[in-house]
């Protein structure tokens, strides 16, 4: 059997080495390193994928959530809502700027915010909302839209860990995530369904004139060499990046199809099995849909209850296999994020998923002997560990 890896990039590479390489020695060889061919390529490349009018990239997708918030001039003390289960960027973004952020619990099932603790949430000085479609599947967008018009609020969507997945509107529609709000924002972290060799992000939305600022911010608030319009940073995708990502992306449906056949391997394996619960796909969709894509299951978590999760973290790894856990302390207890608004019986989902999440390897790269190891491996620790077997 192959080592098992978390993502397989090395795998994933041999597909499209040549095309890779033939762009990088263009790029080497004009020197257009920075807003170069490939980078306006992509840009239009992405925004045909998507069915959106307007790609900006940036240098990654931190600074695409900053910068989005930038461009919708928020302004100190203005409150963001978010959710408290995710990685710390998102609310990093929100106090680097001086706002303030509000985190609010998470549904048990999908992992994304809870939509009635949004609502509770809001207050007058409320301005935006950043749902994070988390693991690889939108948040409850039809109910968060409704909120914003409500109470007139920017939405923008963390789309670090779901490009490529559909929304599912109850009308029917399929909507492209981080296509779907004021504006979305996206991380191509190697690690990502589309995923440079280095850092890169960008921005997404059908605003025209959110656009052109969000266009003078990323590049030093110009839009006429040495003429500063707007306050900026400095936040581009480099030429060798895009020429990446660019190679990448007419296979991102191929790639978050294998993700799902893993996953649906996985559901299988671990259906109906007593201290396992296995992912939750969004809206109407039965199991793991092949149809609408709606999960696109950038990390494959499962939840393991009892207490047991620390033990089969320790028993994959004497077994070889790489795992995750996505994540063991909720943003309302870091240090850098407490506040003494926040109460503890506000984030009861939060505080038991931190304690019971566990993710998989999820790459695209997986095959059958890997996957029937690592579900072989953590049926046997289950059976192991139940009470009447003395090992717990």
């Given at each position: ?5 978390m ?21 080497l ?6 807003n ?6 992509f840009?239009?490349d992405?925004?045909?994928?998507l ?8 240098a ?15 302004k ?63 948040a ?7 909120i ?5 609020l ?26 779907i709000?004021?504006?979305?924002a ?56 895009a ?10 449906d ?12 996985y ?19 039965e199991?793991?849909?092949?149809t ?32 995750g ?19 503890e019986s ?43 077997s003395g090992?717990?």
């Open positions: 059997m192959r080592k098992i890896q993502v397989d990039l090395v795998g994933q590479y041999a597909d499209i080495r040549e095309e890779v390489r033939k762009s990088f020695d263009s790029i060889e004009s020197a257009a390193f920075i170069g061919p490939e980078v306006k390529a840009q239009e992405l925004e045909a994928y069915g959106v009018k307007h790609v900006i990239p940036c990654n997708g931190t600074d695409a959530l900053q910068i989005a918030m930038m461009g919708l001039g928020l100190p003390g203005d409150e963001v809502i978010t959710a408290d289960f995710t990685f710390a960027a998102t609310v990093e973004v929100i106090a680097l700027l001086g706002l303030t952020p509000v985190l609010v619990d998470v549904e048990p099932d999908t992992f994304n915010i809870d939509t009635e603790a949004v609502r509770k949430a809001i207050t007058p000085k409320t301005r935006a909302i950043v749902p994070v479609h988390l693991f690889g599947q939108c409850d967008m039809e109910t968060l839209l409704e914003a018009r409500e109470h007139d920017f939405l923008i969507e963390d789309n670090a860990q779901a490009i490529g997945a559909n929304y599912l509107f109850s009308d029917g529609r399929l909507q492209k995530a981080g296509a709000g004021h504006v979305g996206t991380s191509f972290f190697p690690s990502k369904n589309l995923g440079a060799y280095g850092d890169g992000g960008a921005l997404f939305t059908d605003d025209d004139a959110l656009a052109h600022r969000i266009r003078g911010i990323v590049n030093h608030g110009m839009y006429q060499r040495y003429y500063h319009d707007v306050v900026g940073v400095n936040s581009r995708l480099d030429s060798l990046q020429a990446v990502l660019r190679a990448k992306l007419p296979h991102l191929r790639y978050c199809e294998k993700r799902r056949a893993a996953a649906r391997y559901n299988a394996s671990f259906k109906d099995r007593e201290g396992i619960t296995v992912p939750t796909t969004v809206r109407s969709c199991g793991i849909c092949d609408c894509d709606c999960h696109v299951f950038h990390q494959y978590t499962l939840r393991i209850g009892g207490g047991k999760r620390d033990a089969l973290a320790k028993r994959l790894t004497e077994a070889g296999i790489p795992h856990i996505y994540y063991p302390v909720p943003l309302h207890r870091q240090k850098a994020y407490a506040d003494a608004r926040y109460k506000d984030f009861a989902v939060t505080n038991q998923l931190s304690e019971e999440v566990i993710s998989l390897p999820m790459h695209t790269e997986l095959d059958e002997e890997q996957l029937a190891y690592i579900c072989r491996t953590v049926l046997e620790f289950i059976e192991q560990a139940e009470p009447s090992l717990i």
